[in-house]
Nanobody, 116 residues
Framework: QVQLVESAACPVHPGASLSLTCAAS????????MRWYRQVPGKERALVPV????????DYADSVKRRFTISRDNAKNAVYLQMNSLKPEDTDVYYC?????????WGQGTQVTVSS
């Protein structure tokens, strides 16, 4: 059974940094693209960054370029999201996703709150 578990995050002030971890189990982790998504309640999931498989290519939404960094450690079955210079508009529920066919596999989500 595939499981993706995102780490919890404490509320932070604007300008602060946070690091999220997604721990994966039950899948050949290095074989699949891993992604982080963000969702505002009541809205469709909006893509944040993506990193693909072992090739290590990345793609980021314009709103997080130069502030967020995604990385993965295939030996630890983990994908990370480093978020710097956080803004109140980054407040959201962040989800980890593995690109398993046919529809992917999602974590439960973790709340990120940026507020003064």
């Amino acid at each position: 059974q595939v499981q993706l578990v995102e780490s919890a995050a404490c509320p932070v002030h604007p300008g602060a940094s946070l690091s999220l971890t997604c721990a994966a189990s039950g899948l050949p982790f290095s074989s699949y693209a891993m992604r982080w998504y963000r969702q505002v309640p009541g809205k469709e999931r909006a893509l944040v960054p993506v990193i693909t498989s072992t090739v290590g290519t990345t793609d980021y939404a314009d709103s997080v370029k130069r502030r967020f960094t995604i990385s993965r450690d295939n030996a630890k079955n983990a994908v990370y999201l480093q978020m710097n210079s956080l803004k109140p508009e980054d407040t959201d529920v962040y989800y980890c996703k593995a690109d398993l066919p046919p529809f992917g596999s999602w974590g439960q989500g973790t709340q990120v709150t940026v507020s003064s």
